[in-house]
């Protein structure tokens, strides 16, 4: 496998993770706007990614392949939990 092979089999394994960071980032902005100003756009969506990748990273230690759908329903599982946290959720 070339690098440029590489590369792209990489991109294409972190990109659910990063598309979905900007989703719920975007998501929060627009349905709870005084609460997502606090933090920005940069901040929740880094965080976001971070957990996005190691959850993909997860599913394919455990699994031995990526693109298992529990692993995506996990993902967005745990990246809307991260949301909630950062957004303080529980404050109603």
Request: charged share 10%; hydrophobic share 60%.
């Amino acid at each position: 496998m070339n690098p440029l092979l590489a590369l792209n089999h990489f991109l294409n394994f972190i990109a659910p993770a990063f598309f979905l960071a900007v989703l719920m980032v975007v998501c929060a902005h627009i349905f709870f706007r005084q609460r997502a100003k606090t933090y920005g756009w940069f901040q929740p969506a880094a965080i976001n990614f971070a957990v996005g990748c190691i959850v993909l990273l997860g599913g394919l230690g455990f699994f031995g392949n990526d693109g298992k759908w529990i692993t995506y329903m996990t993902l967005s599982v745990a990246m809307a939990t991260t949301q909630w946290v950062l957004l303080r959720g529980w404050k109603g």
